[in-house]
């Protein structure tokens, strides 16, 4: 049966140029460079400059997208930017994107949800492409994290970096298999019940302030691993394929102890794993398009193999999807 697919049809990233690395930050606060690679494998993150925003990074990560599919701009029907870092508490950053790619119709709006943003971005533009209601979508996750982190707790500063990566989808016929070029499925979570365990303890309704990040990491660990493979091996089942059909396996980027554990529950080898933590850290609703843009760019990730992407973060939500890329 014809049906429509998304298919990712451009990829690309953006990273701030100050890098600053493990030791730099063993200057500052009472940690180290082996307690950092050993508990999470990061060995640098980078930062965004003063004056440099989401939305800076974001529209260089689209630019870059744009170029790979070979579209102007003025195609784009809809942007979907996933952050928890706008640039101001309203309008959508989506929006400044839109108008500075020179775009003046159509619809632009962010999705927050956290960590997990880019999931959730790409499920609801897949889902608009597949309504018929879109026909180029453009699919940012773009974060400064550097700005809402307690640069004095060391249980968290040492974890989380800035940066931006992008997709284009574009509407696309497919026969309606899992052989079928394009995004398969989406699965979305949440559980609200756990807000406590990664949240910011601010925002413009209860402080009038844009607060700072407060975790409960080996309590996020234990659920990270957890929800990530059960929504992987839905994303599997869904489409009736098994670990060892899967050709890369992009998760969010937390912790390489989470990667390798996840990756290790539903069966994938630790070969098919696209790991870019050790040098962007945790880059939040980034982080996955990030991952994304390194593989492509290097060449692992070619056309007509299948990828799951999966993402968990605060709220708690989280989710996966399966690409015929
Ligand atoms: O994006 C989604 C959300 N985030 C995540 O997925 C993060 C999930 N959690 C994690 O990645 C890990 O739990 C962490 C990396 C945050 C922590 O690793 P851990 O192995 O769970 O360590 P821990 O929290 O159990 O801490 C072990 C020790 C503690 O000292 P004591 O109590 O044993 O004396 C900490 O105080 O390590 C100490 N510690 C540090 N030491 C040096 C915590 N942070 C640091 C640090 N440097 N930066």
New binding site residues.
């Given amino acids: 049966m014809g049906v429509t697919r998304a298919q990712v049809t451009g990829v690309g990233a953006y990273l701030p140029k100050q890098v600053l690395t493990n030791a730099d930050l063993a200057k500052k606060?009472?940690?180290?460079d082996e307690?950092?690679r050993e508990?999470?494998g990061i060995r640098e993150r980078r930062i965004a400059a003063e004056g440099e925003f989401t939305s800076d990074l974001a529209i260089a990560a689209s630019q870059e997208a744009l170029r790979a599919a070979g579209l102007n701009a003025s195609a784009i029907d809809m942007i979907v930017l996933a952050t928890a870092t706008p640039d101001e508490t309203f309008p959508a950053t989506a929006t400044t994107v839109q108008a500075r790619l020179g775009i003046s119709r159509g619809a632009a709006f962010d999705v927050q949800a956290?960590?997990s943003g880019f999931i959730y971005a790409l499920a609801v533009a897949d889902n608009f492409i597949k309504a018929g209601q879109v026909k180029n979508c453009l699919v940012i996750g773009a974060e400064t994290f550097s700005r809402i982190i307690d640069w004095d707790d060391?249980?968290?500063?040492?974890?989380f970096g800035d940066g931006a990566g992008a997709v284009v989808l574009s509407a696309a016929q497919g026969d309606g298999t899992v052989k079928d070029r394009g995004v398969l499925s989406t699965h979305l979570f949440s559980d609200g019940r756990l807000h406590d365990l990664?949240y910011v303890d601010g925002g413009p309704s209860k402080t009038r302030t844009t607060g700072l990040l407060r975790?409960e990491?080996?309590e996020?660990?234990r659920h990270?691993v957890t929800n990530l493979s059960e929504a992987i091996e839905l994303a599997m089942r869904s489409n009736g394929v098994e670990a060892a059909d899967i050709d890369w396996f992009v998760p969010?980027q937390?912790?390489q102890?989470?990667l390798d554990a996840t990756a290790r529950k539903v069966g994938v080898h630790p070969s098919r794993v696209i790991s870019t933590v050790a040098i962007h850290a945790?880059t939040?609703a980034a982080s996955v398009p990030l991952a994304l843009a390194a593989a492509v760019n290097d060449g692992r990730i070619k056309r007509d193999q299948l990828l799951v992407l999966e993402a968990?973060?605060?709220g708690f939500t989280w989710g996966s999807s399966l690409i015929r890329w």
Avoid at 29 to 32: E, F, I, K, M, V
Avoid at 154 to 159: G, I, K, M, P
């Fill in positions: 606060l009472d940690t180290s307690w950092i508990r999470t956290v960590c060391r249980t968290t500063a040492v974890l990664l975790m990491g080996r996020v660990f990270a969010h937390a912790n102890r989470i945790n939040s968990m973060g605060g």
